[in-house]
C-alpha cells in the first residue's frame, strides 16, 4: 500500500456572500465561487457539526486540489449559527435567565400559601366558621445553581 505523499497546501482568504445548506459562495477579489463545502465531507448525516458564517464575513478557504475546484471552509470570523447534529434538538439555553426563571418557581413554592374560606371545609356537620390560613410548606426546595445542569464542554 502506497503512502500518499505531501501535496502543496493552497488557501485563499475571501468574502461569504451567499449560503446555500451546507455550501457557501466566497467572493475572491472580482471572482465568486460557489459551492464551497462548509464541512470535511458532502455525505449527509445527521450527526454532523455544521459551522454557517455570516454573509459578508470573511472566511479562510482551503483547497483539497490545489486549485479553485474542491474547496472547503476552514475558518470563519463572524459565525450566523451552528449546528450539532442536524440541530433535531432545538437551540440552546441561555444558563443563566434559566436559572433565574427556575429559582423564581423555586421561590413560589416555598412561600405559596393560601387561604379556604369560610363555610368550605366541614368538620362533622359543622362548615369552618372563620378563613383557614394554609401555611407555606414546611420542606423548603433548595435554590439551584447552574453548575448542577450546566455542561461546560459546550459553550456559546
Same mark, same amino acid.
Given at each position: 500500500?502506497?503512502? =500518499? &505523499?505531501?501535496?502543496?497546501?493552497?488557501?485563499?482568504?475571501?468574502? $461569504?456572500?451567499? +449560503? *446555500?445548506? #451546507?455550501?457557501?459562495?466566497?467572493?475572491?477579489?472580482?471572482?465568486?465561487?460557489?459551492?464551497?463545502?462548509?464541512?470535511?465531507?458532502?455525505?449527509?448525516?445527521?450527526?454532523?457539526?455544521?459551522?454557517?458564517?455570516?454573509?459578508?464575513?470573511?472566511?479562510? =478557504? &482551503?483547497?483539497?486540489?490545489?486549485?479553485?475546484?474542491?474547496?472547503? $471552509?476552514?475558518? +470563519? *470570523?463572524? #459565525?450566523?449559527?451552528?449546528?450539532?447534529?442536524?440541530?433535531?434538538?432545538?437551540?440552546?439555553?441561555?444558563?443563566?435567565?434559566?436559572?433565574?426563571?427556575?429559582?423564581?418557581?423555586?421561590?413560589?413554592?416555598?412561600?405559596?400559601?393560601?387561604?379556604?374560606?369560610? &363555610?368550605?371545609?366541614?368538620?362533622?356537620?359543622?362548615?369552618?366558621?372563620?378563613?383557614?390560613?394554609?401555611?407555606?410548606?414546611?420542606?423548603?426546595?433548595?435554590?439551584?445553581?447552574?453548575?448542577?445542569?450546566?455542561?461546560?464542554?459546550?459553550?456559546?
Amino acid at each position: 500500500m502506497a503512502v =500518499v &505523499g505531501p501535496a502543496p497546501i493552497t488557501v485563499y482568504q475571501g468574502i $461569504v456572500s451567499r +449560503v *446555500d445548506g #451546507i455550501t457557501c459562495t466566497v467572493r475572491f477579489g472580482e471572482m465568486e465561487v460557489d459551492g464551497i463545502r462548509l464541512r470535511a465531507s458532502e455525505a449527509s448525516q445527521d450527526a454532523q457539526m455544521l459551522i454557517v458564517p455570516k454573509v459578508d464575513t470573511a472566511v479562510i =478557504v &482551503g483547497s483539497l486540489s490545489g486549485d479553485l475546484s474542491e474547496l472547503v $471552509v476552514l475558518a +470563519v *470570523d463572524v #459565525i450566523e449559527r451552528i449546528e450539532i447534529n442536524g440541530g433535531q434538538l432545538g437551540g440552546l439555553i441561555n444558563i443563566e435567565a434559566l436559572t433565574d426563571k427556575l429559582n423564581e418557581l423555586v421561590n413560589a413554592f416555598n412561600n405559596h400559601t393560601h387561604t379556604i374560606l369560610s &363555610g368550605k371545609i366541614k368538620c362533622g356537620p359543622y362548615p369552618n366558621a372563620a378563613p383557614v390560613q394554609v401555611p407555606a410548606v414546611t420542606s423548603k426546595a433548595q435554590q439551584l445553581k447552574k453548575s448542577d445542569y450546566e455542561d461546560e464542554t459546550v459553550k456559546h
